[in-house]
């Protein structure tokens, strides 16, 4: 497990931006293999995933963010973001980050519960 620690959750208008970092610990990206994912849970809905990167630069989106949420990640940092632009209140949730090491080639669509490392999760609000 690594530990993940997120941050950049706020409250918005909706149409406005804010991006969400998630800093790693350890050398989580030195892995052959691995997988992020960023997860939202809205009150009283299951939680869902937002958007994956693969080690192999793949990167994918739930079809209710494309075009309006863009993952990318730093090494050197040891960070994740999610840039999220356009926001609209049907986003508002707590949203998290996840990590697996040794992934192998499963990563968007990878369940929750196949996620080892998580965040403790940032609240974003997007009013009308």
């Known amino acids: 497990q690594v530990q993940l620690v997120e941050s950049g959750g706020g409250s918005v208008e909706a149409g406005g931006s804010l991006r969400l970092s998630c800093v790693a610990s350890?050398?989580?990206?030195?892995?052959?293999?691995?997988?992020v994912a960023w997860f939202r849970q809205a009150p009283g809905k299951a939680r869902e995933q937002v958007a994956t990167?693969?080690?192999?630069?793949?990167?994918r989106y739930r079809d209710s963010v494309k075009g309006r949420f863009t993952l990318s990640e730093d090494n050197a940092k040891s960070a994740l973001y999610l840039q999220m632009n356009s926001l609209k209140p049907e986003d508002t949730a707590m949203y998290y980050c996840?990590?697996?090491?040794?992934?192998?080639?499963?990563?968007?669509?990878?369940?929750?519960?196949?996620?080892?490392?998580w965040g403790q999760g940032t609240q974003v609000t997007v009013s009308s």
């Open positions: 990167l693969h080690s192999d630069g793949t990167t």
């Open positions: 350890g050398y989580f990206f030195n892995a052959p293999t691995y997988c």
């Open positions: 996840a990590a697996q090491r040794y992934s192998g080639s499963w990563c968007h669509g990878r369940p929750d519960l196949e996620f080892d490392s």
